[in-house]
């Protein structure tokens, strides 16, 4: 079983940037496609960005329009998500996650998440 840790989050003004990370225990990392959520209060979580096996494919929310970027590093066993010119309505819970299949199938681990408030 995939374990995940969250880390980067934290309080950031409006036009800001901040670099999630997440760290998986498992060796096998790299058999596993990655994505990261977002959760508003009240709100269903939502895909933000995935990222295929090898990291030669990656994918988007459309919302985002260019803003953030995914990536992994396969031999450190860790998942990143870069996220510039931050908006308020960019405040949520943010999760990584791991698929046993493609970047846009079902997520089946995931971890605790990580709060990104975005102040106005």
């Known amino acids: 079983q995939v374990q995940l840790v969250e880390s980067g989050g934290g309080l950031v003004q409006t036009g800001g940037s901040l670099n999630l990370s997440c760290a998986a225990s498992e060796r096998t990392f790299s058999s596993y496609s990655m994505g990261w959520f977002r959760q508003a209060p009240g709100k269903e979580r939502l895909l933000v960005a995935a990222?295929?096996?090898?990291?030669?494919?990656?994918y988007y929310a459309d919302f985002l329009k260019g803003r953030f970027t995914i990536s992994r590093d396969n031999v450190r066993n860790t998942v990143y998500l870069q996220m510039n010119s931050l908006k308020p309505e960019d405040t949520a819970v943010y999760y990584c996650?791991?698929?046993?299949?493609?970047?846009?199938?079902?997520?089946?681990?995931w971890g605790q998440g990580t709060q990104v408030p975005v102040s106005s």
């Open positions: 996650a791991a698929s046993e299949a493609t970047p846009t199938s079902r997520y089946k681990y």
């Open positions: 990222i295929s096996r090898s990291g030669g494919a990656s």
